[in-house]
């Protein structure tokens, strides 16, 4: 496994926090799935010598929590809120917005891998409805035609990439 | 008619032009100044303070808090630990975001008050998953009181020390209920535990006698330190004490954030008043007013609420006073304070489906009612709503929700059966019509499932 140096610097520090190591698994987790972008079988095991843990305690983790995931995503991450409040504001509509500018579907990633977009439950902003998280962004008010704007803003990032 | 002004205390600086979330700003404040002077007094009598304060939790349930410190079990020689329940997931509820991102020298202070008044050493912050600029926010603050002495090794030059952690949760809504929450932070799923006997106060985080507190109830304890039981008490009503914010969501002309004295306002006054009323041609159909597990209200009918003295009065929706025991009295809770409001398009067997779908996703699966109730609640509605409903569907699918609640081992079995009982106790007849009656879904109503 490729760890980059500053993760494994962040793991021994986090793992110092809690008088159990076991307590290490989901910072553990996210710092893993942040660095390599997903958790793999191999990441899975590492865990469990690090924690000193059966693998499957950590796997039973894994499949708990919907942030964690076993396969690769698109480049960017999609995840727009479906709980009622944004569902009231037109939260299902700025969905399909995303859907088809990126011409892809719901739990699925586009096929130029670009981007994946997901529903998730309420994301606390609800007063802010319909909200969307790109990555680590929430945006705030995302109508369709904000969706739109959103859309361009990736493809334009994307292209620059090359 | 002009809103009534709020009464702004965990929320002052919320929003403020020039107000930032670095330590040196919440000091020029007067920050850390209540800290300062807390730990030169007495850990129980900061209890004592905070009970007599009449304190009730802001994260769900609103029990007192000062009771809940004085279950802690200070008699076992373990470490005792606190930990801030930062996971707001309730749907309908976005208060502590809003501490944590603007004002986390706040929070910080009120849970080190807390920690000290309780003899705790270690505490940690539970932040849900989704929250990452929360977390970072909060990392970067906790280091700037570590550096300053308001956090870690001798806290104000005294022999007490206490340190705060961070830990991320990873998207799931039972990591909000207490015990779910300490399984979580102990490495596991977050199965909430049987109480008893895994009551935290006694048996909590690694079998030690822990206290779990929400963001906004810790930010209460601050101010209570600062202006004292007695005049804390003074604001709100008796038994209601302190302020609310109420995070108002979906069909009115202002969502947002609003603080008031406990009871200050009636739901009437914060629907029309200050959140500025229905969209523009539209009525108010339905309420849920303290996130979506509450008991849903409906626009027009009545409530007879007993009086102190025996006698009796009427209330409509629009009179209920919002705090804990008004909303008790009408059959719904205060809960998290998420007010969620739905119009005239919106049809209740819909907006339903959108909520069972919520609970059906965030079952935590150890409890059998719970695990196969939520689903069959879920794929019942989801079905209605897919065009094949039945006249009989709405009776059903409250056999199943009757079947949950009380047969659980976490409160999530109450929270997602009440939506489904009151919604077919209250809009029976668009469940029954559902199936026959176009009219019964608005033509211009939105997909909500
Ligand atoms: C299913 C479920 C979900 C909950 N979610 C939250 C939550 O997101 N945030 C919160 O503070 N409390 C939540 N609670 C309430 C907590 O269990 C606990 O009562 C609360 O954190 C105690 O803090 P308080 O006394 O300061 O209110 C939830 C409870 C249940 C049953
Ligand atoms: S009631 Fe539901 S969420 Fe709570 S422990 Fe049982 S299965 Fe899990
Ligand atoms: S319902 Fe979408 S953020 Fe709460």
Not at chain 1, 146 to 154: F, G, H, L, M, V
Not at chain 2, 183 to 197: D, F, T, V, W
Not at chain 2, 291 to 317: M, Y
Request: aromatic residues 8%; negative net charge; hydrophobic residues 35%.
């Amino acid at each position: 496994m490729n760890l980059k140096p500053e993760t494994l610097a962040r793991i021994d520090e986090v793992i110092t926090h809690y008088p159990e190591k076991r307590s290490g698994t989901l910072p553990l987790l996210h710092l893993i799935q942040e660095d390599l972008g997903y958790i793999s079988d191999e990441s899975l095991e590492w865990i469990a010598t690090k924690l000193e843990l059966e693998p499957i305690n950590v796997y039973e983790v894994v499949t708990f929590y919907p942030m964690f995931r076993r396969k690769p995503i698109g480049k960017r991450h999609i995840k727009v809120c479906r709980t009622l409040s944004c569902a009231l504001s037109g939260g299902y509509r700025t969905c399909a917005k995303f859907e088809s500018e990126f011409n892809t579907r719901l739990g699925e990633t586009s096929p130029d891998g670009e981007v994946t977009v997901e529903f998730v439950e309420c994301l606390a902003s609800c007063g802010t409805a319909p909200v969307v998280m790109v990555d680590e962004v929430l945006h705030e008010n995302v109508t369709e035609a904000k969706a739109k704007e959103i859309s361009d803003q990736i493809k334009a990032e994307a292209a620059q990439r090359g | 008619m002009s809103a009534p002004a709020e009464t702004r205390i965990i929320f002052k600086h919320i929003d403020e032009e020039g107000y930032s979330n670095d330590i040196a700003c919440y000091q020029k404040h007067g920050g850390y100044e209540i800290l300062k002077k807390s730990v030169t007094q007495a850990p129980p009598d900061i209890r004592d303070e905070v009970k007599k304060s009449g304190l009730r939790g802001r994260g769900g349930a609103g029990f007192s808090c000062g009771l809940k410190w004085s279950f802690v079990d200070r008699k076992s020689g373990k470490p005792i630990y606190l930990v801030v329940n930062a996971d707001e997931s309730e749907p309908g509820t976005f208060k502590d975001r809003y501490i944590i991102h603007q004002d986390p020298h706040q929070l910080i202070e009120g849970t080190m008050i807390s920690c000290f008044a309780n003899d705790v050493k270690q505490a940690y912050i539970y932040i849900r998953g989704e929250f990452p600029e929360g977390a970072r926010i909060l990392e970067k603050a906790i280091q700037e009181a570590r550096d300053a002495g308001f956090v870690g090794k001798n806290i104000c030059g005294t022999d007490y020390s206490c340190d705060i952690f961070v830990h991320r949760g990873a998207g799931a809504y039972i990591c909000g209920e207490e015990t779910g929450l300490i399984e979580s932070l102990e490495g596991k799923r977050a199965n909430p535990r049987i109480k008893p006997p895994y009551f935290p106060a006694v048996l909590g985080l690694y079998q030690c006698p822990t206290i779990v507190n929400n963001v906004e109830t810790l930010c209460h304890v601050k101010h209570i330190m600062d202006m004292g039981a007695d005049e804390y008490l003074k604001i709100g009503t008796p038994n209601n004490t302190g302020t609310r914010i109420f995070c108002v969501s979906g069909h009115v002309k202002k969502p947002g954030y609003y603080e008031f004295p406990c009871g200050a306002v009636t739901l009437g006054t914060l629907l029309n008043d200050v959140c500025g009323g229905p969209l523009e041609g539209r009525t108010f159909k339905a309420v849920i007013p303290g996130g979506s597990s509450a008991k849903i209200l409906r626009f027009g009918e009545k409530f007879t609420i007993k009086n102190k003295d025996g006698t009796t009065k009427e209330w409509t929706v629009e009179d209920i006073p919002m705090d804990f025991d008004s909303l008790a009295a009408a059959g719904t809770m205060g809960g998290s304070g998420g007010v969620i409001v739905m119009d005239d398009s919106v049809n209740m067997v819909d907006a339903l489906a959108n909520i069972n779908a919520f609970y059906a996703h965030e079952s935590c699966g150890q409890c059998t009612p719970c695990r196969e109730g939520s689903l069959w609640m879920k794929k019942i509605s989801t079905r209605m709503v897919h065009g094949e409903a039945r006249p009989e569907d709405g009776e059903l699918i409250k056999n199943v929700a009757d079947q949950i609640a009380g047969r659980t081992i976490c409160a999530f079995g109450e929270a997602c059966s009440w939506p489904t009982q009151s919604f077919v106790a209250k809009f029976g007849d668009e469940f029954k019509t559902y199936a026959t009656d176009k009219k019964a879904k608005p033509a211009d109503s939105l997909e909500l499932v």
